[in-house]
């Protein structure tokens, strides 16, 4: 008695369905596909639960300064900020920039539409450039280098390694 070709096949596509690309499977699957599908469900579930926990926060190379509540609305204020400088907040006017510059014994304050560290007698315009005319005499402020922001969740962050 001849065999029946399809006994030794896991899975044949028969006449009748090879139009329609059917392929007919003859065995169960088994354990390790069960085992498979639920490892691909956990993975899902595992990243799903790690977007929602970030919750928007920004990566690297973005860095979290503080809280936007701890810095004043209207007012220039000094947060601590990347590799050992203080980050200058403007929020004066409805806007919100920042600044890095080197940390110094006081902090930089408003000065009409710019800044100044009293202190040192240096001073800067609203861009961040310093302003010559303010220093009389003593060394030249350096440079304010303006920083990106972004506010998640309630956090300012700013980007230090953007040119």
Not at 22 to 38: E, F, H, N, V, Y
Not at 46 to 67: E, H, S, T
Not at 120 to 126: E, N
Request: net charge positive; with cysteine; hydrophobic share 50%.
């Amino acid at each position: 008695m001849p065999q029946d070709p399809t006994r030794e096949r896991v899975a044949y596509l028969p006449p009748k369905a090879a139009r329609a690309r059917k392929l007919i499977l003859r065995s169960q699957l088994g354990l390790p596909w069960i085992l498979t599908a639920a490892l691909f469900g956990a993975v899902i579930l595992a990243a799903g639960a790690v977007f929602l926990v970030g919750g928007g926060r920004p990566g690297a190379p973005w860095v979290k300064v503080a809280p936007l509540a701890r810095l004043p609305d209207g007012a220039v204020s000094e947060a601590a900020g990347p590799a050992g400088q203080v980050v200058v907040v403007d929020r004066r006017g409805g806007t919100l920039a920042a600044f890095a510059l080197a940390p110094a014994a006081c902090p930089v304050v408003a000065a009409g539409d710019g800044f100044a560290r009293l202190c040192a007698g240096q001073a800067w315009d609203g861009a961040g450039r310093p302003d010559a005319g303010a220093a009389r005499g003593r060394v030249a402020a350096p440079a304010m280098r303006r920083l990106p922001v972004q506010v998640a969740r309630g956090d300012l962050y700013v980007n230090p390694r953007a040119p």
